[in-house]
């Protein structure tokens, strides 16, 4: 269940931890890939990618879908359809993937102007903001308001469904599409126990990724009405997703969407990582334990000249004494030097999830001297 790496000529666990991207194709993908019928998916001649579209969109209650290669040229597809003129502006949260993560994508390729809205703590922002950031349209001077984005889950936040509610009702009062980057959206489903058409309801688009809690190899899916769709296709071949006998990865995709529901155990791992850091109550190493939803914990690291977030990450990823609970190698993400991310996944067995709650406790005794041994 778990790699070994040599350190000091002993075998180790490796827990990697870094991202829920990092998950291997199951032996039931495996088989899947091989018996996938496929065809030329540019000609729409692929039958396994029409199944996967067809049950992604049925899953989530929209006219049709769309096979992508990336969450991120699902969501600069999106920003392109709906932003079909020169100059238009689109709001939303400043620590969302499409602002931190994608190169500026909107501006750079789609020449969209992006505004950023500051995000509350639970992964919302001020629609007021946006209200007042409102252009006129008859103004020449001014670009052309004309999108909402948001991200669920949001740094593993689940939005809440009422401001959701609310977000769509202001974009249909004003003339606003919206999108969702879902790029963890079944991790906000099965941890709020809320059926998934509830949390996409009204939105003009949105996408999730396959590769990651879902566990293939590779891929996303873009899902709104069928006009859009056709619309979104041709985008997708202006940037070069267009990718033929693809059908082969849609399998895959289609054993991760069979395999939603056992998302659960991602969470209620990382919650038990969440405990066992707080339970040695340090005043350096902590959890927000409110922050921990679904598969993602955040450490805070009290920063100091001998302690910070990526000295941490180093500790923990390397085996130094003979200690029998240092003996494991834990990969994690130092996301700014105030913190650190744990992300849980399919390919984290119990035993090692044990071996890294040990490692993380033996690491905290280390660096917080206020703790005894």
Known sequence: MYSVEKNNSD?????????DTFTKPSKEMRQAMFDAEVGDDV?????????LQKVAAELLGKEAALFVPSGSMGNLIAIMVHCDQRGCEIYLGEDCHIVQHEQGAA???????ISTIPNNSNGTFNINTIKSRLRDSKNVHHPISRMIAVENTLNGKILPLEWLKEVVEFGKNNNLKVHMDGARLWNAAI???TCVKD?????????FCLSKGLGAPVGSVLCGSSEFIIKARRCRKLLGG??????????????ALDGRFRLHKDHEKATAMMKAINQM??????????????????VDVNNSEAIDAEKVVHRLGTVVDDHPDD????????EWEGCLRLVFHLDISDEMLNAAIKKFKYVISQFDPAIIN
Do not use: H, Y
């Open 11 to 19: 075998e180790v666990m490796v827990v990697n931890l870094r991202s």
């Open 43 to 51: 000609c729409e001649e692929d039958p396994t990618v029409i199944k």
């Open 107 to 113: 501006a750079q390729i789609a020449g969209v102007t």
């Open 191 to 193: 941890g709020s126990n």
């Open 199 to 207: 949390i996409v309801r009204g939105l003009d688009s949105v996408t």
């Open 242 to 255: 267009g990718m033929r006998q693809v059908g082969v990865l849609a399998a895959a995709g289609l054993v």
């Open 281 to 298: 109550n340090s005043k350096i190493i902590n959890v927000n334990a409110a922050s921990v939803q679904t598969n993602m914990v955040f």
């Open 327 to 334: 003996q494991v190698i834990v990969k994690a993400w130092a």
